[in-house]
């Protein structure tokens, strides 16, 4: 019996060691300290800048003259607004790290993480949406761009790539609203489910709300979907010169096999990277749809956060957006590192 346990134990620390010394590994763990170390700075900086900014949300309060100072007082003690700006700091850090608690949103008398919680389903599904989008279809019409290269084709594909990056989103945003008034009931005019939303079946839910995220979701697509498919173009060309390319073509492989194995998975690294950071905007980037289509997500609630100056929903969504950036600069890195093993991940920071 103890012989059997000793073999166990001994498997089982092969197991972790190999695990510690994988270089994949250690590159995750050392990512995530860092991570863990760019996010308390990140915090400490976000709340000096919110402390020095003028006047704070009870200032607001204060113009109403039904609300006693007796009110404000309690108010005032009750966040903690009385104390010096490092001890305000101090405790909100100390309640993050222990219990995962942002704090209480003044404006809401609602926990913050609760807030977030509740906004953060729908912008994920919007953002998420628009990237699958965007994806789909930019990546296809950068490379027939680029292999169709000064073709009547890839100069169409080019003015709409021009006149894509160049449209203000919320001009995008207002078009398609007008739009959709105008083809009412076809497309719905905004919000993220219909009135008898509780009454249809769970199947019926899910069509409901991909029906409400069709405008929202084009309206976010289309300036990402013109940068994705002019780099795309971009990085198609640069790779399509190179000799390893003459070389397969000369080898007698299909033009087909020349693009999508030698000439794609050579010019799909900078793609992946900028993924990683499209993947940190998800929470700002979807801000204009969300205004425009009254979509009840995380961009209007951080906004009328800042307006408000509700310090502690403003942490916690300012930490939220570094904690995507990091995760999502990581996934990237991951991501280069399966597509193309030749990448060492330490050459990535």
Do not use: C
Request: hydrophobic share 50%; net charge neutral.
């Amino acid at each position: 019996m103890n012989s059997s346990s000793s073999s166990q134990s001994n498997k089982f620390l092969i197991k972790l060691k190999n695990w510690l010394t994988s270089d994949t590994n250690l590159y995750v763990i050392k990512r995530i300290i860092q991570g863990l170390l760019t996010l308390l700075l990140a915090s400490f900086l976000s709340f000096l800048i919110i402390q020095i900014a003028p006047g704070n949300y009870l200032d607001t309060l204060k113009q109403n003259p039904n609300i006693s100072a007796e009110t404000l007082v309690s108010l005032t003690e009750r966040f903690g607004l009385d104390k010096p700006w490092y001890e305000q700091y101090s405790k909100w850090l100390f309640q993050v790290v222990t219990y995962l608690d942002f704090g209480e949103s003044f404006v809401f008398n609602r926990s913050v993480i609760s807030l977030l919680n509740e906004r953060i389903i729908a912008t994920l599904l919007l953002s998420i949406a628009s990237i699958m989008l965007t994806w789909l279809i930019a990546l296809p019409l950068g490379i027939l761009s680029a292999v169709k290269k000064n073709s009547l084709i890839d100069k169409i594909l080019r003015v709409v790539s021009y006149l894509g990056q160049g449209f203000p989103s919320f001009i995008t945003a207002l078009l398609l609203l007008i739009f959709a008034q105008n083809v009412s009931p076809i497309l719905p005019v905004g919000d993220m489910i219909s009135l008898n939303h509780p009454e249809l079946s769970p199947i019926g839910k899910i069509f409901d709300i991909g029906w409400h995220m069709i405008l929202p979701t084009v309206a976010l697509s289309i300036t990402s979907f013109a940068g994705l498919m002019r780099l795309t173009r971009g990085q198609m060309l640069d790779v399509m010169r190179q000799d390893y390319i003459q070389t397969a073509r000369a080898k007698g492989l299909s033009e087909d096999k020349v693009i999508y194995v030698h000439g794609l998975r050579n010019a799909i690294n900078p793609l992946i990277t900028l993924l990683g950071f499209e993947f940190a905007s998800l929470l700002g980037g979807s801000f204009i749809a969300e205004f425009f289509f009254n979509w009840p997500g995380l961009g209007t609630l951080i906004l009328g956060a800042v307006q408000a100056q509700d310090l502690y929903l403003v942490m916690g969504s300012l930490t939220m957006g570094a904690t995507m950036l990091i995760v999502g600069n990581l996934l990237a890195d991951l991501l280069l590192k399966a597509v193309d093993p030749r990448i060492k991940l330490d050459n990535l920071q």
